[in-house]
């Protein structure tokens, strides 16, 4: 029985949950963590998710694909994933999906990010390794983000 290659990420950001989902469904602020690419989709079930972005020399490229599996809006987005330039085919089984959960506090909103399952997957531990590492560099980049975006907010309410 092969071993469960779920990554399940935790992060409290000081902002509301409209700031937090405004940041992960966002195009201009996905661009600003996620490598360069954009999150493009229109958020109903069923239809395509895309992160687009621009290689080294200047062509345009979608690094993951797939489909939106369920959307609470400003609370939970789904989607399945698939990265179409890693040489794999191009079937269910390789896909994987990645759920964002936004939970209110009493001060900020909790982020849980749940990606996987890879075990099914081809390159699993490859795949599974490269992901956790993408979110230990990724996480850092949308706090700051969200933190400087609050922080001109809030200057601009107070002028």
Avoid: H
């Amino acid at each position: 029985m092969s071993k469960s290659m779920i990554i399940k990420k935790e992060v409290t950001f000081n902002a509301t949950p409209k700031s937090v989902w405004n940041l992960i469904s966002n195009p201009k602020m996905t661009t600003q963590y996620m490598f360069g690419c954009e999150v493009l989709s229109d958020w109903k079930i069923g239809n395509q998710i895309i992160w687009k972005g621009v290689t080294e020399d200047g062509k345009e490229i979608i690094y993951v694909k797939g489909v939106i599996t369920d959307v609470i809006q400003g609370e939970k987005l789904s989607f399945t994933m698939f990265d179409p330039n890693i040489g794999i085919k191009d079937i269910p089984e390789n896909y994987v999906n990645l759920t964002y959960k936004l939970t209110p506090l009493e001060k900020g909103t909790k982020l849980t990010i749940i990606q996987g399952d890879f075990s099914g997957a081809e390159n699993a531990e490859k795949r599974f390794k490269e992901s956790q590492g993408g979110w230990d560099m990724v996480i850092p980049l949308m706090k700051k983000l969200i933190e400087t975006s609050n922080d001109q907010y809030k200057s601009n309410v107070k002028n």
